[in-house]
């Protein structure tokens, strides 16, 4: 089991920066592969950001490559999602996830959620 829970979220104006954290509990940090995911209203939940277990591959949603960032503290048992150059369409409730299965980075194959946190970027 692992428990997730997200934090850092709020309002920001445009162009600004934000960074999310996420801390684990459970099992082992490194054991499992890690992602930010975004749901938008009326729209459907969406992948950003994804790091696989080893912490040496990331990858990125076209929408947010170049601004955001994602990384890990193995010590800290947490992940983060630096957001810069903030967009009003960036505005979400961000979700985090690990045990992700597969390599599409689909919410199918995704094991645990967070309760995920707001981010509200004005124009």
């Known amino acids: 089991q692992v428990q997730l829970v997200e934090s850092g979220g709020g309002l920001v104006q445009a162009g600004g920066s934000l960074r999310l954290s996420c801390a684990a509990s459970?099992?082992?940090?490194?054991?499992?592969?890690k992602a930010w995911f975004r749901q938008a209203p009326g729209k459907e939940r969406e992948f950003v950001a994804g790091?696989?277990?080893?912490?040496?591959?990331?990858y990125y949603a076209d929408s947010v490559k170049g601004r955001f960032i994602i990384s890990g503290d193995n010590a800290k048992n947490t992940v983060y999602l630096q957001m810069n150059s903030l967009k009003p369409e960036d505005t979400a409730v961000y979700y985090c996830?690990?045990?992700?299965?597969?390599?599409?980075?689909?919410?199918?194959?995704?094991?645990?959620w967070g309760k995920g946190t707001l981010v509200t970027v004005s124009s």
């Open positions: 996830a690990g045990d992700i299965r597969g390599s599409d980075w689909s919410t199918g194959y995704v094991s645990y």
């Open positions: 459970g099992r082992t940090f490194s054991t499992y592969n």
């Open positions: 790091m696989r277990r080893s912490g040496a591959e990331t």
